[in-house]
């Protein structure tokens, strides 16, 4: 168990619609990743934030947004939802300072019908 | 650019043998870091170790050990002593700072599989 807890852990939604994964990051973790997998595309960054703040993005669409709060749990809302946004969506931590490991948690697994 | 290659889609090992995955990683970057992660058949992302590429000596923990060549810029991971347990994909991936902020980058994976 990395510490990090992911919910839900399936979502299965209909194309159009908007969906909230929920990420709480390792007791003492600032800095939240959110990361996407699928068959085609592998493993991609979409996003970071450190302490509450956008730290560095990736490869996120427009209709993809995120956001951490200020007890460091993590949101990543997405909206209007195509066939290809299945995917298993992953969120990892990493403390600051000198450990740079990211932590990271079960994921969601995302299906859009 | 930086990129991180596995070029190992698919590897098999008999049971209580030692597998190496390879990694190669480019970068102009003097400093950086690898890392290499498990992922099992059920989905989640396992840590496993970890070089700094000012580390001397290559990283070990338990049975993994990262067979780490600077020049030829390759970070194998070595696997002691296969269970049956080490089926999985495994990722390798490299951490670089770039305009103020870490960014990791990962490797398309290796399906490693146990043969009993």
């Known amino acids: 168990d990395s510490g990090v807890t992911q919910t839900p852990k399936h979502l299965i939604t209909a194309t159009g619609q908007r969906v909230t994964l929920r990420c709480s990051p390792r007791s003492g973790d600032l800095s939240v990743y959110w990361y996407q997998q699928s068959l085609d595309q592998g493993l991609q960054f979409l996003i970071q934030y450190y302490n509450g703040e956008e730290r560095a993005k990736g490869n996120i669409l427009e209709r993809f947004s995120a956001q951490q709060f200020p007890d460091l749990h993590s949101e990543l809302n997405l909206s209007s939802l195509e066939l290809g946004d299945s995917a298993l969506y992953f969120c990892?931590?990493?403390?600051?300072?000198?450990?740079?490991?990211?932590?990271f948690g079960p994921g969601t697994r995302l299906l859009v019908l | 650019a930086q990129k991180i290659t596995q070029t190992q889609p698919g590897m098999f090992v008999q049971e209580k043998e030692a597998v190496t995955l390879d990694c190669t990683y480019d970068t102009s970057d003097q400093s950086y870091g690898l890392f290499w992660y498990k992922q099992p058949s059920s989905g989640e992302m396992i840590f496993l170790i970890y070089?700094?590429?000012?580390?001397?000596q290559n990283a070990t923990e338990g049975r993994y050990s990262l067979n780490f060549q600077k020049a030829r810029k390759s970070a194998n991971l070595v696997i002691s002593a296969s269970q049956l347990g080490d089926s999985a994909m495994y990722f390798c991936a490299m951490i670089r700072r770039a305009s103020g902020t870490y960014k990791y980058i990962f490797g398309t994976g290796t399906r490693l599989k146990v043969l009993a």
């Open positions: 990892a931590s990493s403390a600051s300072g000198g450990d740079l490991t990211q932590y």
């Open positions: 070089q700094g590429s000012y580390d001397e």
